[in-house]
C-alpha cells in the first residue's frame, strides 16, 4: 500500500534506521485485524508500535495514528489530539469534528457518529491506532473511545496499543470474536528473529551468541538492541535477563549513547525531554542543524514520523533524560516552556499552551491565553485553570490583580458565587492608584459581580445588580474602552424571564433590571446581551396571550441581535415567533422562519447551535405531530446535550412532551422530574408551571385524577398572578380533554369561569394547529423503508428488544454493560429512524429484520 494512505501522530523509524521486517507479526496482526477490536498489550520495549506501524504502513488500509499523553485526561484535549490526526485524512472532516466539540454526552456522540458515516467510504478499510492506550484513565475519555470502536462500522477496526490491559470492558467482546489479542509472548523475537537483528546491523558474530543473548533477554526486543550495542561497543561477557536490564537501564543508556554523542546534542535531548509535544518546528527552534542531523543517528531511540512531522523518544531514553534535567539553567528550561507554549497556541491546543506558559512562569502571556476562552468554561476545564492559580506562588497575586480577577472567573464558572464575590471586592478594596491597568481590572472586577448579581436575582431579588455594569462601564471608559475579554456570545437560560416568584410585578422588575443593565454590558464586551431585553418582553407578553405585542418584540429582539452577531438571542426570538404563527396559522411565514434557524447552522461562532437547532425544531415537529422528524437523541430516554443546567430547561420539556405524545406518560414523569436544578427547570416560575402542566396530562392519563387535579391547581396558582395563560393553550386537544375533567372534579379550587375561557382558547388553537400540521406534514417521516444494516451485536440487542427484555435483562444476557446495551439501542434507533421500542419492532418487521 503506498505510504501517503498512512496518517500518524507517532513518530516512528526515518530512512536512516534499520528495521527488521518481521512477516510473523505482520501474519498476527491481519488475521487479528479481521476483528473490529484489535488488543496489543506488552510492558515497555516489546516493540508494540514499531510492529504494528511496519504491518499498518504497508498494509492496504487508511490508517490512522493517534498517540495518546497523559495530557490526554482532559477530554478537551484529547479531543484536540483526536482530530489532529483525523485532520491527516481529511481536513474537512477534522473541522466538523472541532466544531461539535469532545463529545461527553449521547447528544453529542450521536453527532459524532453522523460525521464518520458521511465520510468513511464504505469500500476501504480503516485502521484507527490507540498508541499508549494505558496512559488513559479519566471516565469520559475512555467511555468515548469504548463507545467508538464498538461502533457499527464493519470497515473498521480499532487497535489499541497498550502496556496493560485496556481499561474497558473486554471480556464480552472476547466471547463475541470482536476482539483479537497480540501478547507479550507474541511480540517476544524468536531465535531466528534475533539472528536477523543482528544480521541487520552488519554483526555476524559466532551462533553461540545469537543463543545465548535469545535465551537470557527471553525475547525482549530493547534488551536485544543492548546488546547489539555492547557487542559493536566490543564489551564482552554481558548477560542480558529482562530483570537485569531493567534494573541497569541507565547504566547502559549511558555507557552505550550518551557518551557517544556531542555535548549541544546531550543539552538539546535534555531540552526536549520536558515537553510533549517533538514538532519539528519547536525542535528546530531549539537546536542547531547539526544537532539535529546527529539526533537521526541515535536509532530506536530516538524516531521520527515525516508524515506528521515530529518526534518521538523512546520511554526509557525519556526516563533517563528525566534524571539529568537538573543540567539544564532556569534560563535555558523557561526557553523550552515558552517556545513550546507558542507552538501549541498556533496549532489550537491552548490547554497544553497554558500548562506549559504555567512552567515558564510567564502569567502575563497566561492569562491573556485565558481570556481568549468562553466566559462559561466546562467544569472540567475550569478546575484544570484553578489548579494551576492554586500552584501559582502569592507574589503573584499581590503583584498583579488580574491573577486575582482571572480565579474570581473561574470559581463564577463553577457557580462558587459568594466565593468569587467576596474575592472581587477585596480585589477592589486593594486598587489605590489610578492607573489605566488598575482601571481595566476594576472594570473586570464589577463586571463580574454584575455577572454574580444577574445570575442569583432569580433567588434574591436583588436587581441592584445593574449599579455593577454601570460602574464596570465607568472603567472601561477611564482604560481606554479596552476590556481583557474575547466574550461576545450571549448564552440564555431555558426561559428569559429568569423568576422564580409568582408575585405580580416580580417579572416586569426583573425585565426592567435587564433592560438598564444591557447597554453597560453591550459596549463593554462586544454586543453581548443586546436585544434580551426586548425578548424577554417579548416572552412575557407571548405567555400572557398578547401575541400583537409578542411578535413586535420579538422582532425587536432579533434585528438588534442580528446587528451585534447575538446568534442565540436572535435563534430564541425567531423561536417564539413561529410559536406566534401557529397560533395565527401563516403556514408562509413560519416556513420563512424555519430557514432562518437552518441559516443560523452556518453561524460557526455561535457555539450551541446544533443543539437549539434540535430543540427549537424539535418542538415545532412534536406540536404538529411528527415526532419522527425530532433528533434522535431527544427521542431516547438516556441521552441528553451539553448544555449547561442553566440552559437545559427547555429541552427537558421538550422530551418530556415527546414521551407524553407518544402515550409513555411513566417516562415523561420521569424526565421532568429528574432535571430540576436549582438555575434550571426546577428555579424558574416558567419551567415550574410547564412542568406541572406536563405532570398533570400524565397523572390524567394515568387514571390518578387527584393527582393531575392538584398539579393542574398548582399550575394555576403560579400563572394566575401574572396572566400566564399561553401554557395552557398551546397544550390544544390535551388541555381539553384535561380542563374538562376539572369542571366536573368536585374538590377543583380553580375558577370555572377561567376553566372555560381556556377551552374555548385551547379550542381556536387546536384548530390553527391542525392547519399548520397539514402544511408541513412530511409522508417520508411516517415510516422507514430503506435496507439498513445490523451488526451481530445490535441485532442481537434488537431480538432482545423484541422480546421484551429489560436493559438490564439485555446486559445479563449479552454479557455486556449497561452503558453498551444504551449505545447498541441508540445505534439501533438511529439505523431504522425509530423513535421508541414498538416503532422499532415495528419497521424491523417490515424489513424481515425479526424473521
Not at 462500522?153 to 471480556?171: A, Y
Not at 564482552?236 to 529482562?242: F, K, L, N, S
Amino acid at each position: 500500500m503506498p505510504d501517503q494512505l498512512f496518517y500518524s501522530n507517532v513518530p516512528l523509524a526515518s530512512n536512516n534506521q534499520l528495521y527488521l521486517e518481521r512477516p510473523r507479526l505482520d501474519d498476527l496482526l491481519e488475521k487479528a485485524i479481521k476483528s473490529p477490536i484489535v488488543a496489543v498489550t506488552a510492558g515497555a520495549g516489546y516493540g508494540k508500535t514499531q510492529a504494528v506501524y511496519s504491518f499498518a504502513r504497508t498494509y492496504n488500509a487508511v490508517t490512522v495514528w493517534t498517540q495518546l499523553f497523559e495530557r490526554d485526561n482532559l477530554g478537551w484535549r484529547f479531543w484536540d489530539n483526536f482530530c489532529r490526526s483525523v485532520e491527516f485524512i481529511s481536513s474537512n472532516t477534522a473541522e466538523k469534528m472541532r466544531e461539535i466539540g469532545f463529545p461527553e454526552t449521547e447528544e453529542k456522540f450521536e453527532r459524532y457518529l453522523m460525521i464518520p458515516h458521511d465520510d468513511i467510504m464504505p469500500d476501504r478499510k480503516y485502521i484507527f491506532v490507540y498508541d499508549d492506550f494505558h496512559l488513559i484513565r479519566d471516565s469520559s475519555v475512555l467511555r468515548f473511545i469504548e463507545h467508538s470502536i464498538t461502533s457499527p462500522f464493519p470497515n473498521i477496526t480499532s487497535i489499541l496499543i497498550s502496556r496493560t490491559e485496556p481499561k474497558i470492558n473486554t471480556i464480552p467482546l472476547l466471547s463475541k470474536g470482536h476482539l483479537a489479542r497480540i501478547s507479550e509472548d507474541d511480540l517476544r523475537f524468536t531465535p531466528d528473529e534475533t539472528r536477523g537483528y543482528f544480521q541487520l546491523q552488519g554483526l555476524h558474530v559466532h551462533p553461540d551468541v545469537y543463543n545465548d543473548v535469545y535465551r537470557d533477554t527471553e525475547g525482549w526486543a530493547f534488551a536485544i538492541h543492548l546488546a547489539v550495542l555492547a557487542v559493536k561497543s566490543e564489551v564482552r561477557a554481558i548477560r542480558y535477563t529482562p530483570s537485569a536490564v531493567k534494573l541497569n537501564i541507565f547504566k547502559l543508556i549511558e555507557s552505550e549513547i550518551i557518551t557517544g554523542i556531542s555535548r549541544d546534542l546531550r543539552k538539546f535531548l535534555v531540552k526536549i525531554s520536558l515537553i510533549d509535544h517533538l514538532s519539528m518546528d519547536i525542535l528546530s527552534a531549539l537546536a542547531a542543524p547539526a544537532a539535529l542531523e546527529e539526533l537521526g543517528r541515535l536509532g530506536s531511540f530516538v524516531r521520527y514520523d515525516p508524515y506528521l512531522n515530529v518526534w518521538r523518544l523512546h520511554h526509557f531514553f525519556l526516563e533517563y533524560l528525566h534524571t539529568i534535567q537538573g543540567e539544564l539553567s532556569a534560563e535555558e528550561t523557561r526557553e523550552v516552556y515558552i517556545t513550546a507554549a507558542r507552538w501549541c497556541e498556533e496549532n489550537h491546543l491552548r490547554m497544553d499552551a497554558l500548562s506549559y506558559f504555567e512552567k515558564a512562569g510567564d502569567y502575563d502571556t497566561f492569562f491573556k491565553v485565558v481570556y481568549s476562552l468562553p466566559q462559561l468554561l466546562p467544569a472540567a476545564a475550569a478546575l484544570f485553570l484553578l489548579e494551576i492559580l492554586d500552584r501559582a506562588p502569592e507574589s503573584l497575586f499581590r503583584e498583579n490583580p488580574l491573577a486575582s480577577l482571572t480565579r474570581m472567573r473561574i470559581l463564577i464558572a463553577l457557580e462558587r458565587f459568594d466565593e468569587a464575590f467576596v474575592g472581587l471586592r477585596d480585589i477592589i478594596a486593594g486598587m489605590e492608584t489610578p492607573s489605566p491597568r488598575s482601571n481595566r481590572i476594576l472594570m473586570g472586577c464589577y463586571f463580574n459581580l454584575g455577572f454574580i448579581g444577574f445570575v442569583t436575582c432569580m433567588y434574591t431579588r436583588d436587581y441592584g445588580y445593574v449599579q455593577y455594569f454601570e460602574r464596570a462601564h465607568h472603567y472601561y471608559q477611564l482604560s481606554g474602552r479596552e476590556y481583557p475579554g474575547l466574550r461576545v456570545q450571549t448564552l440564555l437560560s431555558s426561559y428569559l424571564c429568569r423568576v422564580q416568584s409568582a408575585e405580580k410585578g416580580e417579572i416586569e422588575r426583573y425585565i426592567n433590571a435587564v433592560t438598564a443593565m444591557s447597554p453597560f454590558a453591550a459596549e463593554i464586551d462586544g454586543g453581548v446581551t443586546w436585544g434580551m431585553d426586548d425578548l424577554a418582553w417579548a416572552e412575557l407578553a407571548f405567555f400572557r396571550n398578547d401575541k400583537d405585542q409578542a411578535e413586535q418584540m420579538a422582532y425587536r429582539a432579533l434585528f438588534k441581535a442580528q446587528e451585534k452577531n447575538q446568534h442565540e438571542i436572535a435563534g430564541r426570538a425567531v423561536f417564539y415567533l413561529i410559536r406566534i404563527n401557529i397560533y395565527n396559522g401563516n403556514t408562509e411565514k413560519i416556513a420563512e422562519l424555519l430557514k432562518i434557524l437552518e441559516s443560523q447552522l452556518e453561524e460557526k461562532n455561535y457555539l450551541n447551535r446544533y443543539t437549539y437547532y434540535d430543540i427549537q425544531t424539535g418542538w415545532f415537529y412534536a406540536q404538529i405531530g411528527q415526532n419522527a422528524r425530532l433528533a434522535p437523541w431527544l427521542k431516547n430516554d438516556f441521552g441528553e446535550s451539553d448544555l449547561n443546567p442553566i440552559a437545559f430547561g427547555l429541552e427537558v420539556l421538550i422530551r418530556s412532551r415527546y414521551f407524553f405524545v407518544q402515550g409513555d406518560y411513566r417516562k415523561a414523569l420521569e424526565v421532568m422530574e429528574k432535571h430540576t436544578s436549582k438555575y434550571g427547570l426546577g428555579g424558574f416560575l416558567f419551567g415550574t408551571i410547564g412542568r406541572l402542566l406536563m405532570k398533570s396530562g400524565c397523572l390524567y392519563a394515568l387514571r390518578d385524577l387527584a393527582g393531575a387535579m392538584h398539579a393542574l391547581e398548582d399550575a394555576y396558582a403560579l400563572s394566575a398572578p401574572n396572566g400566564l395563560d399561553m401554557f395552557f393553550i398551546e397544550q390544544g386537544k390535551y388541555t381539553r380533554a384535561l380542563f374538562t375533567a376539572a369542571l366536573k372534579y368536585s374538590g377543583c379550587t380553580i375558577p370555572r369561569d377561567w376553566l372555560q375561557k381556556m377551552l374555548r382558547a385551547s379550542a381556536a388553537y387546536a384548530k390553527k394547529l391542525y392547519v399548520v400540521a397539514e402544511k408541513f406534514r412530511d409522508t417520508q417521516y411516517q415510516d422507514t423503508a430503506a435496507t439498513v444494516f445490523l451488526s451481530r451485536r445490535e441485532l442481537s440487542v434488537f431480538k432482545g428488544l423484541a422480546r421484551g427484555l429489560t436493559r438490564e435483562e439485555l446486559a445479563a444476557d449479552g454479557d455486556i454493560s449497561i452503558n453498551t446495551v444504551k449505545s447498541v439501542i441508540r445505534s439501533v434507533y438511529n439505523k431504522l429512524g425509530a423513535v421508541n421500542r414498538a416503532d422499532a419492532v415495528r419497521i424491523g418487521t417490515g424489513m424481515g429484520l425479526l424473521s
